[in-house]
Each structure stands twice: as C-alpha cells, then as structure tokens.
C-alpha cells in the first residue's frame, strides 16, 4: 500500500502518470490472477488500511486501490 499510495500521491512533474501506470501493471496483472476469494481477503486488509490512516488524501487513496489494483472484478 505505501508504494502504491505513494506513486499515486506523486506530483506529474516527479513521476508521470503513464510510468505509475507502467509501474503498477505488472502488480495489477498478478492481483487480477488471484482466486477470487484471494483478491476478496486482500480488499478487506486494503480496507482495514484505509481505515486506520489518518491522512485524509492518504485514506482516500486506500479506499480506491481496490479498484485502481484491479481487484473488484
């Protein structure tokens, strides 16, 4: 989550969106070929995550990886 977080958080003019994107494929592609209840447990540790932090953007930004990682397929 810190990775991701922190690649999304990231100013454009320090890491343009299409290089977060390209960097986070590879991680989407592997996630996406969990089992499906795999990619369910790892939705609620995102979510217990999100829950837990304290910065607002940072929260925000859990609360959509699921999404943004592919997992609710």
Known sequence: ME???GLDLS???A???E????MLQPLITLLQDLPKQDRQALVELINQYA???TDPERQLTAWEAPETLGLLI
Request: hydrophobic share 45%; charged share 40%; no cysteine.
């Open 15 to 17: 890491i343009a969106p």
């Open 19 to 22: 290089a977060t994107m390209k």
């Open 51 to 53: 829950q837990e932090e």
């Open 3 to 5: 990775i991701v977080i």
């Open 11 to 13: 100013e454009d003019d």
